[in-house]
């Protein structure tokens, strides 16, 4: 039994505040799929459809590494691969990938993680799912150094997504949601925003997902490295939805190809543009097609770090489906 620090009653409650963000993400994210929210945010970042918005996957198993982290004060994968098994075999009807749905049987029917993970996906899996449900985490370690957030992240990550590139993913992202927790007072400023991807790559290892995080950094605030992107000419706090998002996800993915490559970048280059407003992070992410609920769940889970829960809209708080923890 591991022994729980001192301050583990606020850790617990940073990790479910970036389990909001995450969860109304995904939640709002998955209804672009089902109704009009897509067409409608276009037009109006304040319309959508009413609630409740059923959460999915990316929600399901980040209330794994919450549970886990509540009981254990850390990731102990054998008890985090449970978690997700026990929360798959309740409802594997959240929208889990194909292999995710062959894994989290072979868990739940009494199977080795280590075994069932190895032969589900050879060599490791670089879905997005390492990343999608990693915020909690984030927030738990939040106050910790970095290192301590990027080796909890990768024990996170191990269970199911054990390739260098799902490493990777998760190392980024919670790197960036503990960076948005440390620099939330400072979280409208543009040097804090560009810092954001100086921690995150400090951390991840090299992979694609860290050349793809070093195209974004590059992108973001060096215009003159992508002379023919000129996104950033526009004042997205007074202007926000008068740019295509097209030319960025040309560069950096949406997660269409739900490859931790082709969706951490992009979700840490709206997560970091957007820090200090989490309805315009979330409706830029939405914008870019792809896979929005994953990539609302990454973005909304960085962001709320920094703009605690009253940045996160309170009707969306209202219309996500509620979580039972
Ligand atoms: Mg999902």
């Given at each position: 039994m591991n022994t729980l620090p001192n301050d583990h009653a606020a850790r617990t409650a940073r990790a479910a505040l970036a389990l909001d963000g995450l969860s109304v993400g995904d939640a709002l994210g998955e209804t672009c799929f089902r109704t009009h929210n897509w067409e409608a945010i276009q037009e109006d970042p304040h319309a959508?459809?009413?609630?409740?918005w059923p959460f999915t996957d990316d929600t399901a198993m980040a209330l794994g590494i919450y549970e886990t982290l509540a009981e254990c004060g850390g990731i102990d994968q054998d008890?985090?691969?449970?978690?997700?098994?026990?929360?798959?075999?309740?409802?594997?009807?959240?929208?889990?990938?194909?292999?995710?749905?062959?894994?989290?049987?072979?868990?739940?029917?009494?199977?080795?993680?280590?075994?069932?993970?190895?032969?589900?996906?050879?060599g490791g899996s670089y879905g997005n799912g390492?990343?999608?449900?990693?915020?909690p985490l984030a927030g738990y370690f939040a106050e910790s150094d970095y290192a301590e957030v990027a080796h909890q992240a990768r024990l996170s990550a191990g269970v199911t997504h054990a390739h260098p590139e799902g490493l990777a993913g998760a190392v980024a992202t919670a790197v960036a949601g503990a960076y948005a927790w440390k620099n939330r007072d400072a979280r409208g400023d543009t040097a804090t925003k560009r810092g954001l991807f100086d921690a995150v790559l400090a951390h991840t290892p090299p992979s694609d997902v860290r050349r793809g995080i070093e195209r974004a950094a590059t992108f973001s605030f060096d215009l003159s490295a992508e002379p023919h992107v000129r996104l950033l000419d526009y004042n997205f706090a007074t202007r926000p939805f008068d740019v295509s998002i097209e030319?960025?996800?040309?560069?950096?993915?949406?997660?269409?190809?739900?490859?931790?490559?082709?969706?951490?970048?992009?979700?840490?280059?709206?997560?970091a543009l957007h820090l200090d407003d989490y309805r315009t992070a979330i409706v830029q992410t939405i914008r870019a097609a792809g896979d929005i609920d994953t990539n609302c769940a990454i973005v909304g889970g960085i962001v709320a770090l920094a703009t605690g829960r009253a940045g996160i809209p309170a009707d969306w708080l209202t219309d996500r489906e509620e979580l039972v923890v």
């Open positions: 959508t459809t009413r609630g409740p008890r985090l691969a449970l978690r997700f098994a026990a929360r798959y075999t309740a409802q594997p009807w959240r929208g889990y990938g194909a292999g995710a749905h062959r894994l989290l049987e072979q868990i739940g029917s009494g199977t080795d993680w280590r075994y069932a993970a190895e032969r589900v996906f050879p390492s990343a999608m449900r990693v915020a030319p960025v996800v040309r560069l950096l993915g949406n997660g269409s190809r739900i490859s931790c490559q082709d969706t951490v970048p992009f979700c840490l280059w709206v997560a």
